[in-house]
């Protein structure tokens, strides 16, 4: 099938990225595009014609003038029609108008300009007001305002068009297949090698967790370490592996390649234990990634110089930035620029859900140079830190994992969940183990 879109003749960049993420990468249809002096997107099947209310880009005639803050939606609307995959649909642009005739389907949402404000970020970039790390914060997102956080959007719009297309007799098979990716983030690469880690750790379990039984424990531990008789409480790498390769599938490395000395650096990536690590990871069959690092996120130059860091037998293709920093569209144009394949830094910090409003593989675009990168975002769903920390009661931190999963598999996307390796065999995760094997089960 190929359909034939018209398209309003201004902000074309944004229009055509939109467009084609809708039809080429989420839909899996052909089509073509052709500029017309019209108010609407008009898509024609044969004879039949579905038109969508352009109730964004007409307003901002000029190139980027939309990017301003008081362009963000004040409000949602919460419709409900016989073409939506769920009970009803948030609305972010346009109306509840939903028209039916002959040949003809009115829409009143404009499903491209909401899902390209999702998917691109912009928000980011027009709100001003950070946290310490340089970050929007969680509830200053337009997600998170509105209570639509857990709803991949993006996909209910898509679901949206398939089922008007399907509605005048013409099927569109959706091609996706649900896919989990694990992924750990290697914050911490050993707890007990170095001395004033075991003094830390040695008083932490007097004066915080107020148990010399601990304390002496913690001095066992590090002595049996030492000596090679047992494994540093943060070495869980053979057992992640051991887990994905249980079920068939492959867990993502994500180290921090910095040196000792360096302002954020908490282990050497030229470390043999480090390097000896890596390589097997690699030989299992499983992957190595980048974690940038904490300066990294806007730093080009460092960015590569990091890249560099790695052994030269590891190709890096995918990573993520640590402490999930993200400065829209720098850290996007960094990734693409140094040949990185995929990110996967879009996620909530405080909390769970589809912060970009999507559960699919996506190429980004830079909405200052208004071009679509080969970079793919790979949202990040769940980080077990945040989650824990939004659901502290065991019982609802894994029933919202389900709840996310299963919303995923619905949509056949893919399912991202960050747990750390350091997060196994310490007093605060006492007890999620058993958890983490049935979420990768």
Known sequence: MKVKIQIPNNNIPERRYIIDVFFKEFLGIEYETEEANIDSYKIYFHNKTIEIKDAFFNQFQEPLSYLKKENIPERILILENQFTAEANIPVLYGDEKIEIAENIITCGIDIFASSFFMLTRWEEYVISE???????????????????????????????????????????????????????????????????????????DIFKRQSIKKAFSTIKIYKLVRKGKEKDPYDTFDYLMDISESVGQKSCFYFIPTILGEPDAKY????????????????????????????????????????????????????????????????????????????????FMSDAGFRSGTCYEYPVFNILTREKLKLIERHLIIMEQALAKKYPDKNDFNKKIIELKDTVEKYKGTFVILWHNNNFNVDEWEGYRDIYEKVVE
């Open 130 to 204: 950070k946290d310490k790390h340089g970050r929007v914060p969680d509830h200053l997102q337009f997600s998170v305002i509105h209570n639509i956080q857990y709803r991949p959007i993006v996909n209910e719009y898509v679901e949206m068009l398939r089922s008007m297309v399907s509605f005048f007799g013409f099927e569109i098979e959706n091609k996706h297949a649900y896919k989990p990716v694990i992924t750990h983030d290697i914050d911490f690469f050993a707890r007990y090698d170095k001395l004033q880690k075991v003094i830390k750790a040695f008083f932490g």
């Open 268 to 347: 050497n990536i030229s470390d043999k234990a480090v390097v000896r690590t890596m390589k097997k990871i690699k030989g299992r069959g499983h992957i190595v990634g980048i974690h940038g690092a904490y300066r990294s996120y806007k730093d080009a130059k460092l960015f590569k110089e990091e890249l560099k860091r790695f052994p030269k037998e590891i190709k890096i293709e995918e990573g993520r930035q640590h402490f999930l920093r993200f400065e829209n569209p720098v850290t996007w144009q960094i990734y693409e620029d140094a040949g990185i394949k995929t990110d996967s830094s879009i996620g």
